[in-house]
Every structure is written in structure tokens, then in C-alpha cells.
């Protein structure tokens, strides 16, 4: 077996906030192999762009405190110092956030900011990193690469902005990718053409993909396997296939709307819906129930066990034989 490019261990983040001490990731345990796609979804607050904030060291200290292990090739981000993380971002890990204003710089052209991560980590000359610069804004779509790369980032629009952020995260051929709603904001020919690209740097450099995403469309596209988180746990993963076709927890069967008090309006393609099918909302993360964390919206709930004693995510049998766990005192089949 090819070991793995991320080995996350019973993540916990914590936030000091006004109201209290929130817990967003509550012991996340997850790996991503060469090469592979993880969708990590969950309705809005479910913990997942804190999580992979917290892999990346971009919490502020004062506010977060994080524990467990998060091994990137072996080594442990989660205790790296600040400087061998600014090494490791980029080359070791890119990340792709929602809003590319935070990525990029007010102040500089976006061909400068593309060639210097380029010259920071590779050994191209001045002109060479220019025209792979180019280059790379054509791959993601780009009109007129040569162009833009005089523009700064507020000359562009915002859908040309996110695929500058997504130039640049591909840019040094990154061992692992984070997309946290990297292609939300654009329209699905575009998002399409970025898919593609994703999949290209995988087949050529093994890179390690989570993707985050609420629109389960677009995991079952893209995910070799999926992660549904729900008040900063992992409630099931396993294969795309498993999790979509056989989900077990009951917050996964009411996201895919197929439980029958939960139905979704079906799409007119029959297109998978977007995480906004299941009634009621998700619990603070200062206020998390006892027991079981998706008790209190569950429309299967049994016994007094859902609400004192929390499930523990387990192996449970499915069709495929492959690994498929879930938490919960319910839904097996
Ligand atoms: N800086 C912060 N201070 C306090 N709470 C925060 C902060 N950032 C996120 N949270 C809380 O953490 C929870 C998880 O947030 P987030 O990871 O952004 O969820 P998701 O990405 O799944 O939508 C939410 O309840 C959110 O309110
Ligand atoms: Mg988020």
C-alpha cells in the first residue's frame, strides 16, 4: 500500500468566543492517498473550513486551540513552526479558499504574484516562470493570459479571481489540495473546466485532494470518497458510491433526501440537491447535545441511548466490502 498524503488524527479545534468555549472539530480522524479525492460535506457551521483552517496553521492562536495529528507526508503540521509551514504551504499543500480576496494581494499584479510563488519554490528563470504564468491562467480558463497578468485582482471579476487563486494553488504541483468551496461561485462550465485541471495535476503528480463542498453534485462528480461532517464530527465516510447509494446515518440519508420524511423536491434533471433538506437547524458548537449529536433533528430517533451516550464511528458491513463507517445508534441495514 502507497502511503498516504494527509493522515488526520482526532482533530480538535476549539474557539474562545463571547459565548463560551465553542468545540467545531471534535476528534476528525481521516486519511487522503495519493491521487485521491475526499468531499468533505455538511450543512453550513458543521466545522468544515475550520478544520482544514486548522491543518494549515491559519487560526489565530489567541482564539483556537487545536489537538491531534495531521501528518502531510509524514510530518506533522500540527507542530511545525511558523516558518516551515510557510515552506510546507504551497509546494506541500495549496489551499483554495471561497472568497479569493483573501488570497490575494490588493497591491500586486496578478502575474507577479503568480511568478513569485513559482521562483520561491522552483528553479525557473525570471521569463520562464512568466510564461508558465501565463500558462497556467489559460489552463483555468482564463481570456487573454498574457493580459491579465499585468491586471491587478480588483480589475478582474470575481469568477477571473477565483481562477488566478486556483492558478496559484496549482502552480508548485502541490502533494495535497484543499478546495473549500473553491468553484461555488462559478459557473459550471467553468467549474467543470477546473474539475478537469484537478484531475490532471492528480494523474500527473498523485496529488491528494479534499474537496469541500454543500452541493452533493458536484462530490458524487469529483470524490473517490466522501466525509459528511455534522457538528464538527465525522457522522460517515467511505466510498462515493457507498455513502450516496447506501448511506447509514440519518443525517446523510436526509441530506441525499431519501428518507421519506425528509424528501427533497427531486431536481428536473434528477440532479442531487444542494445540503438544504433537512429540517431544522444544527446545534451551536458552544451548545452540543449529549448523545448523539444529530439527536435532536433526527426523525428516526429511538431510545434514551440517542440522547446520553454519543455512537462511536464504526466499520459497518456494506455492499462493497470497502471501508464504510458510520456513527450512529440507528440506520444500519
Ligand atoms: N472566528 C470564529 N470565531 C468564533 N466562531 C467561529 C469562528 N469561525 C467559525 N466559527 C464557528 O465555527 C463553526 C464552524 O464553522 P465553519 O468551519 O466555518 O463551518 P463550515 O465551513 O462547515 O460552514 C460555526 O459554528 C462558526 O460559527
Ligand atoms: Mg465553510
Not at 76 to 103: C, Y
Amino acid at each position: 500500500m502507497t502511503a498516504p498524503v494527509l493522515e488526520v488524527e482526532d482533530l480538535r479545534v476549539q474557539l474562545r468566543t463571547p459565548r463560551g468555549t465553542a468545540h467545531v472539530v471534535n476528534g476528525l480522524s481521516y486519511t487522503v492517498g495519493p491521487g485521491e479525492t475526499v468531499a468533505v460535506v455538511g450543512e453550513s457551521g458543521s466545522g468544515k473550513s475550520v478544520s482544514v483552517l486548522a491543518l494549515l496553521g491559519l487560526l489565530p492562536p489567541r482564539v483556537a486551540t487545536v489537538s491531534g495529528r495531521a501528518l502531510l507526508q509524514g510530518e506533522d503540521l500540527l507542530t511545525m513552526g511558523p516558518e516551515r509551514l510557510r515552506q510546507v504551504r504551497g509546494p506541500g499543500a495549496g489551499m483554495v479558499f471561497q472568497d479569493p480576496m483573501t488570497s490575494l494581494n490588493p497591491v500586486l499584479t496578478v502575474g507577479k504574484q503568480i511568478v513569485e510563488g513559482l521562483l520561491a519554490h522552483g528553479d525557473l528563470s525570471k521569463q520562464a516562470a512568466r510564461r508558465r504564468a501565463a500558462e497556467l491562467l489559460g489552463e483555468v480558463g482564463l481570456p487573454d493570459p498574457e493580459q491579465a497578468l499585468d491586471r491587478y485582482p480588483h480589475e478582474l471579476s470575481g469568477g477571473m479571481r477565483q481562477r488566478v487563486v486556483i492558478a496559484i494553488a496549482l502552480s508548485n504541483s502541490p502533494a495535497l489540495l484543499i478546495a473549500d468551496e473553491a468553484t461555488t461561485a462559478l459557473d459550471v462550465t467553468v467549474q467543470a473546466q477546473i474539475i478537469d485541471l484537478v484531475e490532471k495535476l492528480q494523474a500527473d503528480h498523485g496529488t491528494g485532494v479534499i474537496w469541500i463542498t454543500h452541493d452533493l453534485g458536484v462530490a458524487a462528480g469529483i470524490a473517490d470518497r466522501v466525509l459528511v461532517m455534522y457538528g464538527g464530527r465525522c457522522v460517515e465516510d467511505g466510498t462515493v458510491d457507498d455513502v450516496l447509494e447506501h448511506p447509514a446515518h440519518p443525517y446523510t440519508r436526509g441530506l441525499l433526501g431519501s428518507l421519506p420524511d425528509l424528501a427533497a423536491p427531486a431536481g428536473p434533471d434528477g440532479e442531487l440537491p444542494d445540503l438544504t433538506t433537512v429540517p431544522g437547524l444544527p446545534p451551536p458548537p458552544t451548545d452540543l447535545p449529549a448523545g448523539c449529536v444529530f439527536w435532536p433533528r433526527c426523525p428516526v430517533r429511538g431510545d434514551a441511548r440517542c440522547e446520553t451516550e454519543q455512537p462511536p464511528l464504526v466499520q459497518i458491513g456494506g455492499p462493497s466490502g470497502l471501508p464504510h463507517r458510520a456513527a450512529t445508534w440507528c440506520g444500519h441495514e
